[in-house]
């Protein structure tokens, strides 16, 4: 399985970006998926998860009303609307896969997810 997170760039506080992540070698439907991020000198963090059917979706506390997961199964991809961008949001996001069935829970220990997107810098300037 491979995950290719794309979208990332430098943007100006309160400005949006997507973030898109697309599968391939495996179908990721019926998968949960998440974001993570990673800040210079923390731990990787839980941004948003969504369940295989999209119906049941998580985020952190930080990104909450922010933030908005998607899929579309049909094109393997998820992505990660984000909006209100702040210069705290700056980071590495990482796509990631769980390859055993949760059904509508949503897992945010990192342990829980099995495939990792080599990541996108999301750099938010003041």
């Known amino acids: 399985v491979q995950l290719q997170a794309s979208g990332g760039g430098l943007v100006q506080a309160g400005g949006s970006l997507r973030l898109s992540c697309a599968a391939s070698g495996r179908t990721l439907s019926r998968r949960n998926m998440a974001w993570f991020r990673q800040a210079p000198g923390k731990e990787r963090e839980f941004v948003a998860g969504i369940t295989g059917t999209a119906l049941n979706t998580a985020y952190a506390d930080s990104v909450k009303g922010r933030f908005t997961i998607s899929r579309d199964n049909d094109k393997n991809t998820v992505y990660l609307q984000m909006s209100s961008l702040k210069p705290e949001d700056t980071a590495v996001y990482y796509c990631?896969?769980?390859?055993?069935?949760?059904?509508?829970?949503?897992?945010?220990?990192?342990?829980?997810?099995?495939?990792w997107g080599q990541g996108t810098l999301v750099t938010v300037s003041s």
């Open positions: 990631a896969m769980a390859i055993p069935y949760y059904g509508d829970i949503i897992p945010r220990p990192r342990q829980r997810y099995n495939y």
